[in-house]
């Protein structure tokens, strides 16, 4: 120290503190910018396999394995989908897409507690497992009763290339250094020059880099210097913490919406685009405990399609599914601005009018009734007709609870189904009936 002359000391002096507040807070940022990262693709993976596993409920519980071909072939053009399988409960594998790094056996391990998991693979991939179970809920032409506990009947496993990630990863290395090495050049052209001035602006300068390292990146420093070279020390650092909180930003912005698209894709029907099961579950519960308000009651109406099986035995599947979005479309007019409409499961549909009354609902489930049994389904030459049978229930606060509603409405469906199909039938309580 004794040898160096006062400008290289002072360049020393303010070059060592800003180097190592520079690694610091590069390091810093890489971490949590890493972290983030690795944070959003488990996310993501457990987001796809959370909506992927009740997509394939049926699949798995028919043994349809086109259906589940379609279903993972639609997973893999996600980005960073690199593998696809589904697996029955024996470890057979019912379908899979993709090169998987997990075989079916490891993948039953890893599955073995009967929990969803996220696991790394050894050549690098993010493996998400979920398991399949049978929904509680199921109406068709014959009421079933449901089941306590349904079980696993399969378990769904997705494989994300880490690739980008680690190129994401490198990109945010060399731009992180790069603006810190630029800082560094560029303080250590400005030292030269300083005087007693250069404490003030330093100071000022560590405390910006304490708010940023506390999560402040719009913190920002004033450019008064008297000294040229540190009035634009000052503006360096105020455009990095800028792009530095610009990006920080963007990256946000991009995990919200990829987030909320994988959320309407975990509560929407992906064929019809209609709420889903679960989406209409939760809408039900809130339902029932709205109709223990006098103002706030409610109709709960269960859609049955009636002869479309004749439609997919007779055209297939293809045809089956189109005729489904036309009826969605049609039953979506047909219903006020304010109430739900969700398929809940292969011709099965489901409504929730809300501040409905009962004579108003006849109508409206009525008229729906009408305008099914009118409309004509063409397909390949072929002219198609289906009915709707529908069973009605108010939600008045009679009912204790959305098992009691789904009951009673699967019994109003029946009867409508026993009664001679294509009807509305209001649900009365049977002296009797021990199925409510």
């Known amino acids: 120290m004794h040898r160096l002359t006062l400008s290289q000391r002072l360049v020393l002096i303010v070059l060592l503190p800003v180097a190592l507040l520079a690694g610091a807070l590069s390091g810093f940022l890489l971490q949590r910018s890493a972290a983030t990262a690795d944070a959003a693709l488990r996310d993501r993976a457990q987001a796809i396999v959370s909506f992927l596993a009740p997509a394939a409920e049926y699949g798995v519980f028919a043994g349809n394995r086109r259906a589940l071909s379609a279903l993972l072939g639609a997973v893999l053009e996600q980005r960073d989908v690199a593998a696809a399988s589904i697996i029955d409960a024996e470890g057979g594998v019912l379908a899979s897409s993709g090169r998987r790094s997990l075989p079916a056996e490891t993948v039953l ?31 068709d032409d014959h009421a079933a009763p449901m089941a306590d506990d349904p079980g696993v009947i399969g378990w769904v496993h997705v494989e994300l ?12 290395i060399v731009s992180t250094l790069a603006i810190a090495a630029l800082v560094l050049l560029l303080t250590l052209a400005l030292a030269w020059g300083m005087s007693r001035a250069v404490s003030r602006p330093v100071a000022e300068l560590v405390r910006a880099v304490r708010r940023i390292s506390e999560g402040r990146l719009n913190s920002k420093v004033g450019e008064h210097s008297g000294i040229g070279e540190l009035r634009a020390l000052q503006r360096g650092f105020n455009h990095m913490a800028q792009a530095i909180a610009e990006a920080q930003n963007t990256m946000q912005i991009r995990i919200d919406e990829a987030t909320a698209q994988l959320a309407h894709q975990a509560t929407h029907d992906p064929l019809t685009g209609l709420p889903n099961r679960r989406a209409f579950e939760q809408a039900l519960e809130a339902a029932v405990g709205a109709s223990r308000r006098a103002s706030d009651a409610s109709v709960l109406c269960f859609i049955d399609l009636d002869n479309f099986k004749i439609v997919n035995d007779t055209a297939g599947h293809a045809a089956g599914d189109a005729l489904l979005v036309r009826l969605a479309a049609l039953i979506r007019e047909r219903v006020r601005a304010g109430d739900l409409v969700a398929r809940i499961g292969g011709d099965e549909f489901a409504l929730i009018l809300h501040g409905c009354g009962v004579a108003e609902a006849h109508q409206i489930a009525e008229n729906l009734r009408r305008a099914v049994s009118e409309f004509e389904f063409m397909w390949e030459g072929a002219r198609f007709t289906v009915g709707l049978s529908i069973g009605l229930v108010p939600l ?24 001679g199909r294509n009807r509305v039938v209001e649900h009365t309580t049977l002296p009797g009936d021990s199925r409510f």
Not at 161 to 172: F, G, I, Q, V
Request: hydrophobic content about 45%.
């Open 396 to 419: 008045d606060g009679r009912l204790e609870s959305p098992g009691d509603a789904l009951v009673a409405a699967d019994l109003a469906c029946y009867g409508a189904k026993r009664g």
């Open 161 to 172: 290339d880490t690739a980008s990630l680690a190129a994401h990863k490198r990109e945010m």
């Open 109 to 139: 391990d890893y599955a073995s507690n009967g929990a969803a998991r996220i696991v790394a693979t050894a050549d690098g991939r993010l493996a998400a497992i979920a398991p399949v179970a049978i929904s509680p809920l199921g109406i």
